[in-house]
């Protein structure tokens, strides 16, 4: 969807005309925003409250006791929701907490050289915390591995975390009455006791133990690939929609995830072993000899930290057949396989300037293809459409997302008495300004029946059960639109103005779409694919280009290309499974 350019006859530079605002955002968006903030600073914003509220209670007499009673009740909660792994200890709130219980609770009399040294070893250690916390972290972990168990403690936290919490209730309750010789003697043990064991994890860190306790698990669990993954939580169906054919090989695999926080989604996705990996040399630890092949989601930065590796095969598998910039990036020429779906998947690499060696490619078909459904004869009446926009993307030229015209596109669709399902990218759920955008549409369909389909319900579904519900699809340029071939049904594609000219020029597939455009007529292009259909036999002719020849059992096709992938790799010897050497790499 775009305006053409005109050119200035006098300079010759290409003029754009100002774009249509459609539905501006405007309060809406900022609101978004500022509640998106207020959102990931509550936590925080609520503990500042309670030490501000304690230390005014503290600075009155009266209102000692019940700030002193305050002060135990959230070093309590704070050391508990920490403990769970709820979130990190928040240093600096803390650190006032201290400090106002140190003043309010120190006697009116000259105090003894004892409780001098217990409250400097109390401020020591809370201030201590934090660098002892970071030295023995293990930046590692594995979950549903058998023979290994993740330690219950928290690698945010240390030793030292646990003294200091105790020792901060128990100078609290000293200022309640308690006698000042417990808080002191408490603190030589504390003190000690976090000290000894904060000592014993820094050099576990240092040694690696818990990379070798997976290790000597992993070997005899001899997993044969593994599938790398660095990326967003939202990112999850990345994985997802290769998990149920990678596993169909009945191969032992674990699934390696190189953020923290992604853990909990991946153990979410599948039961085979999961492991965190943090820092990069211990990957070539975990690559373990069994493993043939490691097969990669996504074109994130950190794969070059596992393909570096020789011995497995690096396989991409990309995370759809897209026409967009990351599939057909450079670095995927890193990869010692890249699996396609077709001729399509191979031909945009050298369409876009980007030499990658043929022999690389293997066309393996969409084993995903197995799931969706042809058109049906004869089409319900009214028919169902299908409004699948991608994400806005991160950047320009990756901008290919319609939602911002989605409105206009669906009340096209509703004045053709159609049924309309919406399924925005989960990639847009994250954007303030996109969530505007689908409140709005999700607000006409309301409005226009409940036959209708929101994003809150198709969301619950799988996209290939939206594919197969629709009678015809209007999408952007994605996945979506190559896999919807498949079934023969009308597709329309939106041109959001990323690339000059005609889109069928850069994208093959839109010659085999209805392209819309914000400056034409949105009826004429709807009634064209919902009618007479006049590019029925060009969908059948890209069908096969982009998503290889048909065959029986398309999953059966892609579970022996994996198998073939694990057999190349070496697996023969520690030895051959070191870094590589830069022309390797190549």
Known sequence: ?????????????????????LNRPGVGVVAGQLVKALRELAPSALDAAAVLLIVLLLLRESSRPAGLVLAVLLTVAQ?????????????????????????????ATEPGWTRFLAVAALVATGLADPAVA?????KVGAWHLPGFAMPRRSDTVSPLFDAACALTVLLALTGLGLPAYI???????????????????????????RVGSIVAALTPYAPRFAILFSGRREAGYQISMWLPYLERTGEHYVLIVRE?????????????PVLYVGRPEILDRLLVEEIGAVFYVNNEAKNAQ?????????????????????????????????????????????????????????????????????ARDPVP??????????????????????????????SGLLRRGVVVAFRPHPYSFRDAESRVFIQQIDGLLEGAGAQHLTSRRTNQLDILDCLNAADALVTDVSSVASDFLHSGKPLAITDTGVVDGPLADTFPI?????????????????????????????????????????????????????????????????????????????
């Open 183 to 209: 808080f002191e003697l408490g603190t030589l043990v504390g003190v000690i006791t976090g000290g000894a064991l904060s000592l014993r994890a820094m050099w576990a860190a240092r040694r690696q133990d």
């Open 381 to 410: 009446q009214p028919p169902t459409v299908l409004y699948a926009p991608t994400w806005r993307g991160g950047l320009a030229d990756m901008s290919f997302g319609s939602l911002k015209y989605g409105a206009d596109i669906v």
């Open 306 to 374: 596992g393909v570096r590796f020789r011995g497995p095969t690096h396989v991409h598998l990309g995370h759809g057949d897209s026409e967009k910039p990351p599939s057909y990036q450079t670095t995927t020429a890193m990869f010692d396989e890249i699996f396609v779906a077709g001729q399509a998947g191979i031909d945009r690499f050298a369409a876009h300037g980007v030499l990658v060696p043929v022999e690389k490619f293997r066309i393996v078909g969409r084993p995903q293809l197995e799931r969706v459904e042809p």
């Open 1 to 21: 969807m775009k305006n053409r350019p005109d050119v200035d006859a006098r300079t010759g530079a290409v003029q754009r005309p100002p774009r249509r605002l």
């Open 260 to 272: 923290r926080n992604f853990v909990p989604v991946a153990l979410g996705l599948t039961t085979a």
């Open 510 to 586: 839109a010659r085999a779409a209805y392209v819309l455009r914000p400056d034409s007529d949105l009826d004429e292009v709807l009634a064209q694919m919902l009618g007479d259909d006049p590019l029925c036999g060009e969908r059948q002719r890209m069908r096969r280009y982009y998503l290889g020849e048909d065959v029986s059992d398309p999953a059966e096709a892609f579970r022996q290309a994996v198998k073939s992938a694990i057999e190349r790799g070496t697996g023969t010897g520690r030895a051959s499974r070191g870094p590589r050497t830069p022309e390797a790499a190549g």
């Open 134 to 138: 970071w030295l023995a972290r293990q």
């Open 79 to 107: 050391w508990w929701v920490i403990r769970r792994g709820a979130t990190n200890p928040d240093h600096a709130q803390r650190a006032v907490l201290l400090g106002a219980l140190v003043v309010s609770t120190w006697p």
